[in-house]
């Protein structure tokens, strides 16, 4: 329990009641319940994303700044948001919409110390290309959609580091013993990271199947929903909980290992963090 004002409240109602509150961000929520529709249907086009994203300068900005990057531009300077999405392509578009709503919409929002936000951005970032060579090795499900919803996986610790040096002890115990840190959340605050980003997650209108995908990705793969599990396996591979995975998953993010490296530092660097 903590005292606010001299009453006792209880952390978890505390944590939840953060995640309700969270109704205002730099993305107008409108903006984003349309961005996160377009990015999460496979078949959406460039001109739909075009016609949602143009509102937002921030990300307007930064995806022509990234068309014009070295690893982009062709020599001709591009100036209008259509000729840079069409350089940068739809697929890299829709990641790096993704990556810039996470760092500038969310954890921004939440002045985050910059440790914490570069420790769960490279967290977050590694997870999604994991998953992603997941979804493509395996062909299960759409790469880029298991790309999108592992960037937003662990958005309920946003929460959680609001509380601190108090959380920032967890998060180092459950590294330095490989455990799980959601066991550590619920004894020390009743909720762990999962409840609390589901409920950001309603919060924000995120489509239906990031929403079950943040609530359920610690639990153990079962076989039943595979872009679940694709979170799931990428996620404990990237937290050196590779023992639980099935062997065919676990070898295929072994052989792609490297790839999964380069391709993290390549969007780091491009989108910045
Ligand atoms: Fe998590
Ligand atoms: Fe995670």
Redesign the pocket.
Known sequence: MIRDGGKPRNLREEALERARVAKTLPVPTSVMKRVFRIIADADSSLAQLHGVVKYDQAISAKIISIANSAYYCRGTSIASLEKAMITVGLKETKRIIVCMVFLQGIMTRWKLRRDDVTALWKHSLTVAHAAKALAEKLAMEDPEEAFTISIL??VG?VIFYGFGDRYRALVDDASLLRQD??DFERIEYGID??EVGHELSIVWGFPEEFSDAILA??NPHDGETPIIDIVRDA?AFVCGREGSLPERERAVLQNEKDWITVETERIRQLVGV
């Open positions: 996986h662990d610790k840190i959601c990271h999962q990705h610690h996620d």
